[in-house]
């Protein structure tokens, strides 16, 4: 998409983006179980295959053949150690075990320092978020001074949309701060 020259068009721009990252970290935090085991739980797993980095969802099948256990069917046999490092290694607190092509992810229970572990994950996802709402802040501001630079808009025009653009950020940061709060909550609940 070409650079906004209006101030509509980036103002839409900057809205569509943050509301995105919002819905990217909802997504994050369906992975983050709260008592079952569900196939998203896996999905930001990235795995090390062909020489490059891909998401396990292009390594192998995941299934859920029972309530505390997870499955990756791995179609290509060479990648299955490296699909079993990448689900160790993703901070998910998860411990696979490999039979053949099948890589058994058993849940473990929800004990306290379980439900601390999944906080900070949750809290790790909400800055990355808090993050990208602000290098999408950030390239609204740049486009402004260039649309002011271009003569598009005029001094006293940038200094109203300046506000407008921090007033959507500390917004959809707040919806950050809400979504995060609400699924700590959830982690904790017995």
Not at 7 to 28: F, G, I, P, Y
Not at 56 to 81: F, H, N, S, Y
Not at 93 to 110: A, C, E, H, K
Request: net charge neutral.
């Amino acid at each position: 998409m070409s650079a906004p020259t209006t101030w509509s068009d980036l103002k839409k721009d900057v809205a569509h983006r943050m509301d995105n990252t919002v819905e990217v970290l909802k997504k994050e935090f369906s992975g983050l179980r709260s008592g079952r085991a569900v196939a998203s739980l896996l999905e930001p797993v990235v795995v090390e295959a062909y020489g490059q980095t891909m998401p396990i969802t292009q390594c192998g099948t995941i299934a859920v053949p029972e309530p505390r256990m997870l499955t990756v069917q791995v179609w290509d046999k060479g990648q299955v150690k490296a699909v079993e490092k990448a689900i160790r290694e993703a901070g998910l607190g998860l411990n696979p075990q490999t039979d053949g092509q099948l890589v058994r992810v058993p849940i473990p229970s929800l004990n306290e320092e379980r439900r601390k572990e999944l906080q900070k994950v949750a809290g790790k996802y909400a800055e990355q978020a808090r993050i990208a709402i602000r290098n999408v802040r950030r390239d609204g501001m740049d486009t402004l001074k260039k649309m002011e630079k271009d003569g598009h808009i005029s001094e006293d025009e940038i200094k109203k949309h300046e506000k407008e653009v921090q007033s959507l950020t500390d917004d959809t940061i707040k919806k950050v701060d809400e979504t995060l709060a609400h699924k700590e909550k959830e982690i904790m609940q017995v």
